[in-house]
């Protein structure tokens, strides 16, 4: 069985690759491809999720104990 490779685009926000796949994956009859289309779709969301919450500014680094001498 040969897999077909998805396109990704990187011109396009995260938001609307997702929404973009999301349209294609309508528009793809059920199968695998299909299946393939929501699940990027979901990891782009995902994505942009966390990258939101690793820039956001409420964000703080870890600290380390103080050791005593």
Not at 27 to 49: C, M
């Given at each position: ?32 491809k ?14 942009a999720?966390v990258?939101?919450r ?8 870890p ?7």
């Amino acid at each position: 069985m040969k897999q077909e490779s998805l396109v990704y685009r990187f011109d396009q926000s995260p938001p609307a690759q997702a929404e973009r796949l999301r349209k294609e994956a309508r528009g793809t009859p059920p199968g695998v491809k299909r299946d393939q289309l929501l699940r990027r779709a979901r990891q782009i969301e995902t994505a942009a999720r966390v990258q939101d919450r690793a820039n956001s500014p409420g964000l703080k680094p870890p600290t380390t104990p103080a050791t005593e001498t």
